[in-house]
Structure formats: C-alpha cells, structure tokens
C-alpha cells in the first residue's frame, strides 16, 4: 500500500534552491566523528553519474512508502534522529519522483536540495560482493551432495552452529533449496549471501538469504592468516576458496570455525540484471547498492564513497544507496559494495578491500524554499 499523496508536500527542484550550509561537527557513539560539508565538493561528485543512483534511490523510495511512518530502519546517533524512520524520508522521496529520470544534472540538483552530507571521520575499510554462480541440482543426485538449506520452522534447529548442520542435524528436518557439488562452494555463497545455481537443463535457480543462526560470525580469512596459510595481504573470495579445495582434509573444520550458517530460498521472477533483495527488501542494483552496519548507518541513506577500483587503482567515487546488510561490516566506518553477477563482478568484488572514506547524505525534514 502506498503512503497518501497527503503525507508529501508538493515541492519544485530548481537550483537556487540548493541549501545553505555551514559546518557542523556530529559525534557517534563510542567517538566516531563525522563533519558537514557540501555536497557539491565531494570527491567526483560532478562527473558521477547521479542518474543511476536516483533510480536506485526511488526503488529504495517504493520500499519505504509501504512501511509505517515509525517503521525502524537502523542507526545511531544523529544519523539515527535524521533518518532512522521511514517516515523520515517522505519529503525526499516526493522529490526524487519529481525528477527527471536518466538526467545526472537533475539528479544532481535533487541530492544537494534534498540532503545535508556528513563526512565520516578517519579512514572507511570498503570491500565487495556480488552473486556466484555455481553448478547445481534442485533435488540430491549423483554429483550433487551437498545441501543449500532453508530457514527451518523450528528455533531451536534454526539456531544450531555450523557444524551440528554440517553433521546432519538438519537432514530431513528443514527444505533443501539446491545441492551443490562442493561444500566450499556452499560455504562461499553463504558469505555472499545470495547467489545463482546453474541446472543442468540451461536453468538458473536464483537463491538468497532466508535468515541465519544466530551464532557468531568469525572471518575465516583472519584464521588463515593466524595460521600461517595466508599472508596478510592475500585475503580475498579468490585465495580462501583456493585454499579451501586445495586443503579438502582440513577445510571443514576450518570453515567451522565460523559458526554462523546463512540459510538460502529460493527465488523467482526476477530479472537477469537485478541483484537478490537486500535487507531493506529492494532488488539489489550493481554498482550502486551498499552494504552497511545498520546498528549504526540507516537503511536507505544515500552514501557517497571515494576509494579506489582494487584491480585498476583507477579512482572509484560514486553515490550509493545503503540498501543491505553484513555479518562482517562493523560501524559507520565499513561498507561492502555490491559489484552483480558474473566473472566481472567476481574478480572486482572478491579482491575488494580499499580504503577509502564514506560520506552520508541526510534527509532535510522540511521541502526546500523555492
């Protein structure tokens, strides 16, 4: 159900109405700092391509006008009371449908109308990820073993740990959604959260997440690295799993080591070039879609990041729209971008690991003063 017209209060994008600004310095809990600034000076800001990231923030518009106008989406501090209500982003997303699509001037015009920015002080860790694509079965048959689960019923399963699971305490207790033909592969689509399972007959089986364990999260490269097995500045999608079918006797009990299982479903209708649902239930879009900590970063915050592209080194500045969640990212300071699908997608998003610095664009409360 749509928000009433009522809830929005017609407003004009013209460029003298681009707000005055002067700088405010916000902390978040536990000190993190975060200063104002234009968002016309943000790093690449003139030569980013806006457009794609207005559609990408309308979708997210879509989610949020069924949502109650108190519906929580996240956050902390001040980036809490600016935008951690669904309610909060009425007035902006009124605007952006009053845009012109596929125009960055436009879209442009619209961010620095609509939203205050705030640079997150020090320096973001940004990383990658994106939806493999690996060989499978909807139903066990020779070749394809290993199991892909559903969320189950009940709780008290749900919340076993990895290696309950990987002993059979689901068999037969919860749907199966895919079998695959290396649990190293299963386990690398559960980091990743969403994936797409090629069938034999020319199909894809879209799957993504269904929920988790409840059981803590334990970067197993971090293990690898204390052991010895990797060097530090080694830790990629593309080294662990290597590692992993390289070393098949002591695999699992490494991969157990992470006792957080991410149950898969399946998924239908949706098109080739859209991303599973995120976290604040929108299709993901490559490129423009960012995963956040949301205990600390809003859903639905536009988010500007400026890093650098980890295979090139060529400069990487782009407006995102914080639209999921990750086990792994941890404060205002960590984002993982999502790069798609596809061997592309796979070699940029899995070596993925820059530093950079975020900034957070913020709803005004009020439509500008034309």
Known sequence: MRLPRLWFTPILILAGCVQPQTTVQQTLPGGQGATSIPIASLPGWSADNTAAALA????????????PPDQSLGGTGFLQQAAGQAGQWQNACNGARDTTPGNSDDART???TYFTAYSINGTAKITGYFEPEF??????????????????????????????IDNGALYRKTPVTAYLTNPVDAFMLQIQGSGRILLRD????????????????TPIGRILVQDGDLSPGDVSYQSISAWLKSHPAEARGIMEQNARYVYLRP?????ANQGAPGALGVPLTAGRSLAVDSAVIPLGVPIFLSTTDPITNAPLNRLTIAQDTGGGIHGAEAADLFFGAGPQAQATAGV???????????????PPAS
Do not use: H, W
């Open 56 to 67: 990408t923030f309308v979708a997210s518009c879509k989610a949020l006008e069924l949502m």
């Open 110 to 112: 619209f961010f620095q």
């Open 135 to 164: 060989p499978g079965a909807k139903n066990r048959e020779p070749g394809y073993t290993v199991p892909l689960y559903a969320k189950p019923a009940d709780s008290a399963l749900a919340n076993l740990p990895r290696a309950a």
């Open 202 to 217: 020319g199909q894809i089986l879209r799957v993504g997440f269904d929920g988790q364990n409840g059981q803590p999260y």
């Open 267 to 271: 998924l239908g209708g949706l098109p």
């Open 352 to 366: 993925m690991q820059q530093p950079g610095a975020l900034y957070v664009l913020l709803p005004l409360p009020t």
